[in-house]
């Protein structure tokens, strides 16, 4: 059964730092690029990074550069997205996601590229 579980959201402080954790299961892991999108209550879900399968190309979203880094390790199947400096518009249900339709060197900010969901985690930010 393919499954991708999240774990790490929570409440924070404006400023403050959480880690989000994306396990998978179910699939042969370092051959698919994983995503990581959020949706906000009353907005459409927007892309907020990615990382490619062969680890070499990450692509943040313009709102979350220089604060959010995406990685991943493929000998324990899991990605991490560290947000730090968060911000009050940063609250949001985060998603990963995993394609395996993209190049190894590439990933894409396309939600409807990928496959598999995880559950999604909330993350909240207090001003």
């Known amino acids: 059964e393919v499954q991708l579980a999240q774990s790490g959201g929570g409440l924070v402080q404006a400023g403050g730092s959480l880690r989000l954790s994306c396990a998978a299961s179910g699939f042969t892991f370092d051959g698919y690029a994983i995503g990581w999108f959020r949706q906000a209550p009353g907005k459409e879900r927007e892309a907020v990074s990615c990382i490619s399968s062969n680890d070499r190309s990450k692509y943040p979203a313009d709102p979350v550069k220089g604060r959010f880094t995406i990685s991943r390790d493929n000998s324990k199947n899991t990605v991490f997205l560290q947000m730090n400096s968060l911000k009050p518009e940063d609250t949001a249900v985060y998603y990963c996601?995993?394609?395996?339709?993209?190049?190894?060197?590439?990933?894409?900010?396309?939600?409807?590229?990928?496959?598999?969901w995880g559950q999604g985690t909330q993350v909240t930010v207090s001003a």
């Open positions: 996601a995993a394609t395996n339709q993209e190049p190894y060197y590439f990933c894409s900010a396309y939600a409807r590229g990928y496959g598999y």
